[in-house]
């Protein structure tokens, strides 16, 4: 978040025109405007922001009061733009206007129309998403008017302490279209009512929310902002309203409100302690805009009316006391990673500036408390000590740089010189003076080494706790990795016992797989044989048919036969009749007519019985034309033969009656008629012996084609039947077939990721690899250095018997180091011959099961070789 800045709250007083009702009463327009800034009412000037007279439109209050909070809210800051005067003032013609009016048009919309248009102009990589909220508080009770629904809504803070309206509706926009539809559903349920001073007045107190965050697609910079668009119900007297009822149980809440507003502006503008925020909930939505996080501008609209000076007066003062407000704004930013670290950075430096200037000044004031004089170049010097912090931090950078590089040596110690011992022989004065010169001087070389090296030991410690810090952060990687090869040591039994499982549902799948193949061998070989009879008994199928074919045409040729003797039947029997007709007989000779009477019946009965085996014979077809469609027109033409010889057999009989009445007239030609009946019946004798045979032959072959076509129609339903048979064991190998594959994808899956577990183990493995090369290289330039500085110890300890007891401690602590490093890196190395030889059988795992794998992926293909 950027560094917070001070404000004030802006001020901008407007001024209506006289209405309707103060013309008509006469009402003098008693304001003064001297210049842009002033205004002057009862000879008092008041000094605001700016003043807008009557005259000034619309569009110019906007771009006045409004226009520069657009880009605020755009650039990460919060706004805040709410009017405030007394009722028929011109607040919500200020705020709100005609929405759908390009001219008259207030406020909101503009900024609304603004804010989308900013955003079409910026820079294509940045995102925004906006909400909006509209809510109304109206007898002291938040409203939510895009939810009428929630009527009692509480007010609570956020993590940074900022009061929000919880439960309030949230609506995302995308377009102005969209924001103004919001609007003016929520203006549809605001609270209005009728006074004496206003045909439309406001009853609530209306707060349009605009939420904007915007987020850039390349650094990932976040901004957000909140516009606070408060349109305040009008302060009123009763008296001058002519409110009853719930309309003046509205103007006591209203009042109420406005009255805890002009507390609080109060309380900031005299720097009080305590804020009454909490006296109302106007108050409370409105804290963070008042003495906050916010860019505020408030419009007091005001009457320029004599009838309502005390009013306007009132809203004037107020209007001062707003303005010596200071709100502290700071841009709403949500830094990234690096920013953080940056500014981690930027105060760890800070820090360590700090320290060094309170060390130095302890130093200082030890020296002044045990009574020493501290001169004047020794004394803490804000420029110096920043120098001397500026040398040390390059110092440092040095050595770290020569540490990190690992081919810079160590920085040598300055070496202590010896001190030479009194000779035992008496000297001179002058030698005297000379050696103690020269010991004074070796005394001064010796302090100033002295501070050399408390400086260099100083550097020492802090290289030490930063090795310290680096050995603390490799335990904890080492624990870490630890952890990680117990889970994957775990993860690799639980993937062993899975391979297990798997390898022996393999083994399972194989030997079904097996036992199926050969089924299948089996069902195919079956099949072919099934196909190949089926394909005999189709070609002696057609054979039949053949046959059956050429008895059709016989039997065609037969009835032909039938016709043409039946045809020469009648023929004869109607020469016959014409015959009886035109010959004259007597009547003595009717008894012998009755005897050739009764010869002729008994020849008809003869025909009836043949026309009965004809009948036969029609059956006999009939059966035959089950078979094949053309043996119906045979039975048809039989039918009509039937029904040719029953035609026949009613002429006969009439016939004969006819002649037993002319027996007498007759007789001349009985013995033609007997010669005829003789030849006749000679030639049906013949006729019937031959039909008789053919008959017999023809149901003896139907007979037998009847038994050959049921036998047939018996293998026919049992080929059917086992291709059914079959048809379903192929059904059942494909859904086996189709089981496998599946089972094998899984198998191959698993595989992948078997593989991919090998991978990351290997990665693992080169990562820990990696550290442990770090460390031994750390843990070898440690060993350097500490070996250096225990010599250069070593030497001056030689060349001062007393010795240091704190250089001791320090060797004997940097030993135990040495050895705790010496251990963990042991540690280290056997985890890593663990890993190694762990790795080998982990790796083998995946060759097998890849393997199975391909080998079960062949078409038919068995598994031989052992899990």
């Known amino acids: 978040m950027a560094d917070p800045a001070e404000c004030t709250i802006k001020v901008m007083c407007r001024f209506r025109p006289l209405n309707s009702s103060e013309v008509a009463r006469g009402d003098k327009y008693i304001a003064k405007f001297p210049g842009e800034e002033t205004v002057v009412l009862g000879g008092k000037p008041y000094m605001f922001d700016r003043v807008l007279q009557s005259n000034t439109t619309q569009e110019q209050v906007y771009n006045a009061c409004a226009q520069k909070i657009v880009k605020d809210v755009l650039d990460g800051y919060n706004g805040t733009i709410f009017a405030y005067g007394q009722t028929s003032s011109g607040k919500t013609h200020t705020m709100e206007g005609n929405l759908h009016d390009t001219d008259c048009m207030g406020i909101i919309p503009r900024i609304v129309q603004d804010i989308f248009n900013y955003i079409y102009s910026m820079d294509e990589n940045l995102e925004f998403h906006i909400k909006v909220s509209y809510f109304e508080i109206y007898l002291d009770k938040i409203r939510d008017l895009l939810d009428v629904s929630k ?13 929000y309206v919880k439960g309030c509706t949230e609506r995302f926009v995308c377009s102005p279209e969209e924001v103004m539809d919001t609007i003016d559903e929520g203006k549809s349920n605001r609270h209005v009512a009728v006074t004496n001073m206003n045909e439309h007045s406001s009853r609530s107190h209306s707060i349009f929310l605009i939420n904007v965050k915007q987020e850039n697609t390349q650094t990932e910079q976040k901004l957000s902002g909140k516009l606070y668009l408060v349109d305040l119900a009008g302060s009123e007297k009763v008296s001058k309203t002519g409110a009853e009822g719930a309309v003046l149980d509205e103007a006591k809440n209203i009042n109420k409100s406005l009255s805890s507003l002009g507390n609080v502006i109060s309380a900031l503008a005299e720097g009080s302690g305590y804020v009454p925020y909490r006296d109302s909930k106007m108050t409370r939505i409105l804290q963070d805009s008042l003495g906050g996080n916010c860019r505020t501008t408030i419009v007091i609209c005001c009457s320029p009316s004599s009838y309502n000076e005390s009013e306007t007066k009132s809203t004037l003062m107020f209007g001062q006391r707003a303005k010596t407000i200071k709100n502290t704004v700071c841009v709403n930013v949500e830094l990234t990673a690096e920013q953080w670290k940056k500014k981690y950075e930027r105060e760890k430096e800070k820090n360590k500036t700090l320290r060094n200037t309170i060390t130095w000044l302890e130093n200082e004031l030890n020296r002044w408390r045990n009574g020493e004089s501290v001169p004047v170049d020794e004394q803490y010097d804000k420029e110096r000590a920043n120098a001397c912090y500026d040398k040390e931090k390059a110092n440092a950078e040095v050595l770290d740089n020569a540490l990190n590089d690992k081919t810079a040596s160590t920085p040598s110690l300055p070496s202590i010189p010896s001190i030479p011992g009194v000779p035992g022989a008496r000297l001179s004065d002058a030698e005297r003076d000379s050696e103690l010169a020269k010991l004074y001087k070796q005394l001064d070389d010796k302090d100033d080494e002295i501070n050399q090296q408390s400086q260099l030991t100083e550097k020492l410690k802090e290289q030490m706790l930063d090795q310290e810090e680096l050995l603390a952060s490799s335990r904890r990687d080492h624990e870490s990795l630890q952890g990680e090869l117990s889970r994957l040591q775990q993860e690799n ?9 798997v390898l022996q549902a393999l083994e399972e799948l194989a030997v079904n797989y097996d036992q199926k193949s050969q089924e299948v061998e089996e069902r195919s070989r079956q099949f072919e044989a099934l196909s190949e009879e ?35 039947l009648l023929k004869d029997l109607a020469e016959i009749g014409i015959a009886v007709g035109n010959n004259d007989i007597k009547h003595e000779a009717s008894g012998v007519m009755d005897e050739e009477f009764t010869v002729a019946r008994l020849y008809i009965s003869k025909l009836k019985s043949e026309v009965k085996s004809m009948l036969r014979i029609s059956q006999h077809e009939a059966k035959i034309k089950s078979l094949s469609e053309y043996l119906q027109n045979v039975e048809q033409k039989k039918r009509q033969l039937e029904e040719n010889v029953d035609s026949l057999n009613e002429e006969l009989v009439k016939l004969s009656t006819h002649e037993k009445v002319k027996a007498m007239e007759k007789e001349n030609e009985i013995q033609s008629a007997n010669e005829v009946k003789e030849a006749v019946e000679k030639q049906i004798q013949g ?4 039909h008789q045979k053919q008959i017999s032959s023809l149901r003896d072959e139907l007979d037998a084609k009847e038994k050959l076509i049921t036998e047939l129609q018996d293998l026919n339903q049992k080929i059917m039947l086992e291709q059914e048979r079959l048809r379903v064991e192929h059904e059942k190998l494909k859904s086996n077939d189709q089981e496998k594959s599946r089972k094998l994808h899984e198998l191959t899956v698993m595989q992948d990721r078997r593989e991919q577990a090998r991978q990351d183990l290997k990665g693992l493995e080169e990562t820990v690899a990696k550290e442990l090369q770090t460390l031994h290289n750390l843990r070898k330039l440690f060993v350097q250095d500490l070996a250096t500085r ?5 030497e001056m300890d030689s060349d001062d018997t007393g010795g240091s007891a704190a250089q001791k401690q320090k060797i004997s602590f940097l030993e135990n180091n040495l050895e705790q490093l010496t251990k963990v890196h042991k540690q280290l190395v056997r985890d890593n011959a663990d890993l190694r030889c762990e790795l080998p059988k982990l790796e083998k795992l995946p060759m097998g099961n890849g393997r199975r794998v391909k080998v079960l992926s062949r078409p038919g293909g068995k598994e031989n070789a052992g899990p």
């Not at 006729?687 to 031959?690: A, D, G, I, P, Q």
């Not at 225990?790 to 070593?794: E, M």
């Open 534 to 568: 089926l394909n005999q008994k189709s070609i002696i199928l057609t054979s039949i048919d053949s046959e059956l074919q050429k008895l059709k045409e016989m039997t065609n040729h037969q009835k032909k036969r039938v016709t043409e003797m039946m045809s020469s």
């Open 493 to 501: 039994e639980a993937s062993k016992e899975e391979v297990k499982e």
């Open 687 to 690: 006729h019937r012996e031959t």
């Open 151 to 163: 009527t009692n809504l509480s007010v609570h803070e956020d993590k940074n302490r900022v009061p």
């Open 790 to 794: 225990v010599k250069k110890s070593a």
